[in-house]
T-cell receptor, first 119, second 109 residues
Framework: GAVVSQHPSRVICKSGTSVKIECRSLDFQATTMFWYRQFPKQSLMLMATSNEGSKATYEQGVEKDKFLINHASLTLSTLTVTSAHPEDSSFYIC???????????????FGPGTRLLVL | GQNIDQPTEMTATEGAIVQINCTYQTSGFNGLFWYQQHAGEAPTFLSYNVLDGLEEKGRFSSFLSRSKGYSYLLLKELQMKDSASYLCAVMDSNYQLIWGAGTKLIIKP
């Protein structure tokens, strides 16, 4: 099956610093990638949809200046959490849609997630 | 608004059968997905239903009734490793996934 990687898998940082998380589709092209956040014992919350070569679409309530998304190529999207604070501590998961899958049968492939802890 | 409902938690016995229900109200419908998520890990794909009926895949089966806005995931011959959260998600008319809150399944020996 299709593989999506995320780096780093775990990061601890000080409050006020910025953290970059990479999401890569390893064996397929992904014109669209999704960034989710999941707090303990809660479901996935879509933060933004990342489109290759264009601006990301953010969900209501997600600050685009705080969560910078760059989808520079068909296999790479990055999420930068700027000026991170303890309340940003969460599990960040990306997923990628296979561009060639097409139609209603498109399946999202999930990365393994990045656990962010802001002290 | 869009809404996905599934039970918060269920408990079952090893070797038994469990059915996890999901009801949905969404703007359009392009299929329903079930994912398994172990604690601290990303979700993994289990099944996809777009037509009414039952899809069987080994010990797992998924059923869909579009007229009722209803699906269930059936797990047979439960194993301890099946202890996880099971997420129901519906793809709406914009091909976006709308997620349920997940059902935590606890398997007891």
């Amino acid at each position: 099956g299709a593989v999506v990687s995320q780096h780093p898998s775990r990061v601890i940082c000080k409050s006020g610093t910025s953290v970059k998380i990479e999401c890569r589709s390893l064996d397929f092209q992904a014109t669209t990638m999704f960034w989710y956040r999941q707090f303990p014992k809660q479901s996935l919350m879509l933060m933004a949809t990342s489109n290759e070569g264009s601006k990301a679409t953010y969900e209501q309530g997600v600050e685009k200046d705080k969560f910078l998304i760059n989808h520079a190529s068909l296999t790479l999207s990055t999420l930068t959490v700027t000026s991170a604070h303890p309340e940003d501590s969460s599990f960040y998961i990306c997923s990628a849609r296979d561009s060639l899958a097409g139609g209603a049968l498109e399946t999202q492939y999930f990365g393994p997630g990045t656990r962010l802890l802001v002290l | 608004g869009q809404n996905i409902d599934q039970p918060t938690e269920m408990t079952a016995t090893e070797g038994a059968i469990v059915q996890i229900n999901c009801t949905y109200q969404t703007s359009g419908f392009n299929g329903l997905f079930w994912y398994q998520q172990h604690a601290g890990e990303a979700p993994t794909f289990l099944s996809y239903n777009v037509l009414d009926g039952l899809e069987e895949k080994g010990r797992f089966s998924s059923f869909l009734s579009r007229s009722k806005g209803y699906s269930y995931l059936l797990l047979k011959e439960l194993q301890m490793k099946d202890s996880a959260s099971y997420l129901c998600a519906v793809m709406d008319s914009n091909y976006q996934l709308i997620w349920g809150a997940g059902t935590k399944l606890i398997i007891k020996p």
